[in-house]
């Protein structure tokens, strides 16, 4: 079974602060993805990483694929309560299923 | 708006039901993927197609189907339904289906079973 799991699960903050969510599995990926969801809405792509070591900024979001590409990273600078919503990582793997399969998410919640 | 169009939004149906949920892909899109988003948890694939044929497959339970048509839409069929079927269903599409897809997904069905 491959896994990609994400920490933490849930994050509570205050308006201003930086965070940083984190996608992990045992087996490299061909590419990661990362959605956004808010309640009673699909996922919306955010990002697509493909290249190990890779840094892709949106405005206040970092995004890092780690050089192994088992892992990758989304930082928010200064969050707003705008951001809050269910952060998603979606990976495909360089064998097994073609789908995307996605982590738990994280659930995050900005304090205004 | 994502392109990608779900009916209906919301069902309500009685255990042991029968129920169809559609999907209409993005203009151009070739592939089809249904997901599956109980309550504050993450997406569990269920199937996949890709111009008509499936293509992957995953925790799909054989009371559920599904079916890519000519015209590239999409139908989820959920039969003898559970209380457990009660979740947010997803379809989302893509270009081609391959490795470095990016898929857009719809806004959901969301079925409640009682």
């Known amino acids: 079974t491959q896994l990609l799991e994400q920490s933490p699960q849930f994050l509570s903050i205050q308006e201003g602060e930086n965070l940083t969510v984190y996608c992990n599995s045992s087996?490299?990926?061909?590419?990661l993805q990362w959605y956004r969801q808010e309640p009673g809405e699909g996922p919306v792509l955010l990002v697509t990483?493909?290249?190990?070591?890779e840094v892709k900024k949106l405005k206040r979001l970092t995004f890092q694929f780690g050089d192994a590409r088992k892992d990758s990273s989304l930082h928010i600078t200064a969050a707003q309560p705008g951001d809050t919503g269910l952060y998603l990582c979606?990976?495909?793997?360089?064998?097994?299923?073609?789908?995307?399969?996605f982590g738990s998410g994280t659930r995050l919640q900005v304090q205004p | 708006d994502s392109g990608v169009t779900q009916t209906p939004k919301h069902l309500i149906t009685a255990t042991g039901q029968r129920v169809t949920l559609r999907c209409s892909p993005r203009s151009g899109d070739l592939s089809v993927y249904w997901y599956q988003q109980s309550l504050d948890q993450g997406l569990q694939f269920l199937i996949q197609?890709?111009?008509?044929?499936?293509?992957a497959k995953g925790n799909i339970l054989e009371r559920f189907s599904a079916q890519q048509f000519p015209d590239l839409h999409s139908e989820l069929n959920l039969s003898s339904l559970e209380l457990g079927d009660s979740a947010l269903y997803f379809c989302a599409s893509s270009v081609t289906g391959g490795e470095f897809t990016e898929a857009f997904f719809g806004q959901g069905t969301r079925l409640t079973v009682v």
């Open positions: 990483v493909v290249t190990g070591g």
């Open positions: 087996s490299v990926f061909s590419s």
């Open positions: 979606a990976g495909a793997w360089t064998t097994g299923r073609r789908a995307l399969t």
């Open positions: 197609y890709y111009n008509g044929e499936e293509r």
